[in-house]
């Protein structure tokens, strides 16, 4: 891989790389060893195959409208606008949609972070300092660091915060998988395939641990050699060949430990008595609260031009200091409410990973083709059909039990 791409490298690692890889234990108790290895496999891999599929379709829309760079939104708008005729009634709505869609993964997701940071803090200041406190008063104490944090604004300041994250959760996960390793390993009783009620959420549990899709055109965009970006060993295939590598790893070996006890994170399975497992939770945490700055990068681009336009210009720094001061109260108030790891998780592998990282992405390539470029006997076609139905599938069946999961806590 080219020097010159080893920031957009850290980019698209960190953009995937967060509390979805502690899930994946969890993930391969939903999905059986034998199964989980496989079913993880051929998930990054088709994931990969969605995010060329976008970036391949907004390039070529580049190339064909002479422009040099477009956002999710609008490689959409400019794909909708120039296709068939039965879809450009639609390009307003398909651009708006996906904006609205990746502002709500982007804020679920953060919420997600913060339930994870709060949980992590409140089991070491637990054993550390006897403090029963109850999660949702950490919650609302990392209001103050994610005021200062979502304050950044530029991507290329947020590369640093983002290297030290993504090494502070590569250490935790070395840390953990040490406690994995240093104890034998009972095979006989963990499970080697899924029930089927179970399948939804293996396959929520590991798209959510793998998708970025949001970070992906904004990453290559900012690359002054976007050819780096798909070429073969290439910035997404490096990345995702890394990312699939330690996130089979972390959960076959994470299950084969725990078992039926895994829980929604696997840093919380480490014993709480140990110096080093509580450095472990602190690692995490802290890596997953300094890279929030770049989780949030993608949403508050898209809410502020809507804003700015309604400001005059001496009111455009103080227009900006508030949307993000407000973003970050909503995110703590939503985290209060909810604050559960595990149906987060599904309900953002569900409903926001099945229809941004699948989809989406699927309709694109298929509308740009229309009608004469599927290849011999419309393969291409039949495989994204193939695909669009099978992202259908996730949303419904997973966001339903996803739903149901939130529901069960109130009761």
């Not at 969890?26 to 998930?43: P, R």
């Not at 005729?85 to 804020?107: E, H, K, N, Q």
């Not at 472990?280 to 898209?302: D, H, N, W």
Request: net charge positive.
């Amino acid at each position: 891989m080219h020097c010159r791409t080893i920031g957009s490298f850290i980019h698209i690692i960190k953009g995937s790389l967060g509390t979805g890889i502690m899930a994946m234990p969890l993930a391969f108790k939903n999905g059986g060893l034998i199964f989980g290895s496989i079913g993880t496999v051929v998930i990054c891999a088709l994931y990969a195959n969605f995010v060329h599929l976008l970036v391949n379709t907004s390039q070529k829309a580049c190339k064909r409208s002479q422009v040099p760079m477009l956002g999710f939104s609008a490689t959409a708008k400019d794909v909708f606008s120039n296709g068939p005729p039965a879809v450009r009634p639609y390009t307003s709505y398909a651009s708006g949609f996906i904006d609205s869609m990746m502002v709500v993964d982007s804020f679920l997701t953060a919420c997600l972070y913060i339930v994870f940071i709060a949980k992590s803090l409140q089991d070491v200041l637990r054993y550390q300092l006897q403090l029963d406190w109850d999660t949702r008063i950490y919650i609302v104490l990392l209001l103050i660091p994610l005021l200062i944090i979502v304050q950044v604004r530029k991507l290329k300041h947020l590369v640093p915060f983002t290297a030290i994250a993504s090494g502070l959760i590569v250490t935790a996960i070395g840390i953990s998988l040490y406690f994995i390793f240093s104890a034998e390993f009972d095979l006989s009783s963990k499970a080697m395939w899924p029930e089927w009620s179970n399948l939804p959420s293996f396959i929520s549990t590991v798209l959510f641990a793998i998708s970025g899709i949001n970070t992906v055109l904004p990453v290559e965009n900012n690359m002054k050699h976007p050819k780096y970006f798909l070429r073969p060993f290439g910035v997404m295939q490096s990345a995702f060949g890394c990312l699939t590598v330690l996130y089979a790893i972390t959960g076959f070996f994470g299950y084969a430990q725990y078992g039926e006890d895994t829980k929604a994170s696997i840093t919380l399975n480490l014993p709480s008595d140990n110096g080093w497992a509580q450095s472990t939770r602190l690692f995490s945490a802290m890596g997953i609260l300094v890279s929030l700055g770049f989780s949030l990068y993608v949403p508050l681009e898209i809410l502020w031009p809507h804003i700015a336009t309604r400001l005059a210009p001496k009111r455009q720094n103080c227009g900006q200091i508030t949307m993000r001061s407000v973003l970050a109260v909503a995110m703590v108030l939503t985290a209060f409410v909810v604050p559960e790891i595990e149906p987060l998780i599904g309900l953002l592998g569900s409903f926001s990973a099945a229809s941004l990282s699948i989809m989406f992405p699927v309709a694109l390539d298929v509308i740009f083709r229309w009608p004469d470029e599927f290849g011999r006997w419309r393969w291409l076609l039949v495989k994204d059909a193939v695909l669009w139905v099978f992202g259908l599938f996730v949303l419904i069946v997973g966001t339903y039990f996803s739903i149901l999961d939130i529901i069960e806590i109130y009761k």
